[in-house]
């Protein structure tokens, strides 16, 4: 397709259990943030990459967090071992340079820790 | 540190009326700012934009206003229809420094009929 797509669109995982969040960038966006939003809040900054590299990671809430970019395109972001705090929407956006135009988003991946 | 803020997190406005949604940040590096808005369930959409080196910017029914001395910026939706409810969320980044996109917590916008 188009746009980005992210995929799961809803997990349910026990916690301490570890969970893999998947995003397709669109084709030839060198920029791939992601955020999450909790029930109530606001988007919150998690990472950004440009290319392959992360030159922000500052969001990134614990250790139990990283993400992965390959090839420029495909990005993961895995939890581990999650916690009930970290139930959220997910969402992943991309834009086509590093000069920050408009980020497209994906519908998100709904993460709920029982 | 909240480095964009939307201090109102809801509007309520009569179907015709003029929305303006409000946005202040802390940041002197942002150069460029942007709205979004929501549907539940949904991704965030880009709906307008505007570089610090202009103070306005219109787009059909949206336009935004840029007030660099007072770090504000606002919204203004005329006339407000009902498929503008929606959650508003305002963003900036500092684009010279390859910087992130920063969002604030978001307005949610009631369209009244």
């Known amino acids: 397709g188009a746009g980005v797509s992210q995929s799961p669109s809803n997990k349910v995982t026990e916690k301490g259990k570890d969970v893999e969040l998947r995003c397709d960038p669109i084709?030839?966006?060198?920029?791939l943030y992601w955020y999450r939003q909790s029930l109530g809040q606001g988007l919150e900054f998690l990472i950004y990459f440009q290319g392959n590299s992360a030159p922000d990671k500052s969001g990134l809430p614990s250790d139990r967090f990283s993400a992965e970019r390959t090839g420029g395109s495909v990005s993961t972001l895995t939890i581990q071992r999650t916690q009930q705090e970290d139930s959220a929407v997910y969402l992943c956006?991309?834009?086509?340079?590093?000069?920050?135009?408009?980020?497209?988003f994906g519908q998100g991946t709904r993460l709920t820790v029982v | 540190d909240q480095q964009v803020k939307q201090n109102s997190p809801s509007l309520s406005v009569q179907e015709g009326r003029i929305s303006i949604l409000n946005c202040d940040y802390t940041?002197?590096?942002?150069?460029?700012f942007l709205w979004y808005k929501k549907y539940p369930a949904e991704g965030p959409t880009f709906l307008i934009s505007?570089?610090?080196?202009?103070d306005k910017n219109e787009d059909g029914r949206f336009t935004v206003f840029l007030n660099k001395s007072a770090k504000h910026l606002s919204l203004h939706i005329v006339p407000s229809q009902p498929g503008d409810s929606a959650v508003y969320f305002c963003a900036a980044s500092a684009r010279t420094r390859d910087d992130k996109i920063i969002f604030g917590k978001g307005t949610r916008l009631h369209i009244l009929p």
């Open positions: 505007i570089s610090s080196i202009k």
């Open positions: 084709s030839g966006h060198t920029a």
């Open positions: 956006a991309s834009s086509l340079d590093r000069m920050n135009t408009e980020a497209f």
């Open positions: 940041n002197s590096m942002f150069d460029y």
